[in-house]
T-cell receptor, first 112, second 113 residues
């Protein structure tokens, strides 16, 4: 498998429920970023977590990073129909020139 | 809030033609990037640009591709002779000096016929 693999590939939940998406990567990283993409549209930055951080919050988003397991999770609490989108993690590897390596993403459907 | 803009939103071209995709990064940013996303596939890094030169490029970024920052605001991606497999969404991004967050534009959907 490749750097930045998300699971599950697809997730369907009811409005108000929490959604958890996971990401794994292979090499040492500087940072891990989560992005959202609405169908066929641009990539919206959600949150960046540094390799020396373990948890970060932003509104209804909570991101964790476990560098020993080379994995991260994105939790969206109290989901809304407007959260329906694809979610991607992207990593920049330690020592590189900032290029981001992406996973295939998790497609989240929040049903009203 | 400042944002990255891209034009055109959709470009249709014939195979073999040259295309130029345009981007206006966030004004005080120093690092610029192009990525592409073929339908249903991962986002792929193409090139990064800093201090008026390419800092890194991927295997995809062959001699058919070039980037330019012709003035203080625009950042362009040129594909000299398009192929069918160049059909994709092309995203421009920028980041500030000392910051790793990359801010993306809305993308240009390139269709090569």
């Amino acid at each position: 498998s490749q750097q930045g693999e998300e699971d599950p590939q697809a997730l369907s939940i009811q409005e108000g429920e929490n959604a958890t998406m996971n990401c794994s990567y292979k090499t040492s990283i500087n940072n891990l970023q989560w992005y959202r993409q609405n169908s066929g549209r641009g990539l919206v930055h959600l949150i960046l977590i540094r390799s020396n951080e373990r948890e970060k919050h932003s509104g209804r988003l909570r991101v964790t990073l476990d560098t020993s397991k080379k994995s991260s999770s994105l939790l969206i609490t109290a989901s809304r129909a407007a959260d329906t989108a694809s979610y991607f993690c992207a990593t920049d590897r330690a020592g590189n020139n900032r290029k981001l390596i992406w996973g295939l993403g998790t497609s989240l459907a929040v049903n009203p | 809030e400042p944002e990255v803009t891209q034009t055109p939103s959709h470009q249709v071209t014939q195979m073999g033609q040259e295309v130029i995709l345009r981007c206006v990064p966030i004004s005080n940013h120093l690092y610029f990037y192009w990525y592409r996303q073929i339908l249903g596939q991962k986002v792929e890094f193409l090139v990064s640009f800093y201090n008026n030169e390419i800092s890194e490029k991927s295997e995809i970024f062959d001699d058919q591709f070039s980037v330019e920052r012709p003035d203080g605001s625009n950042f362009t991606l040129k594909i000299r002779s398009t192929k069918l497999e160049d059909s994709a969404m092309y995203f421009c991004a920028s980041s500030a000096g000392g910051q790793y967050t990359q801010y993306f534009g809305p993308g240009t959907r390139l269709t090569v016929l």
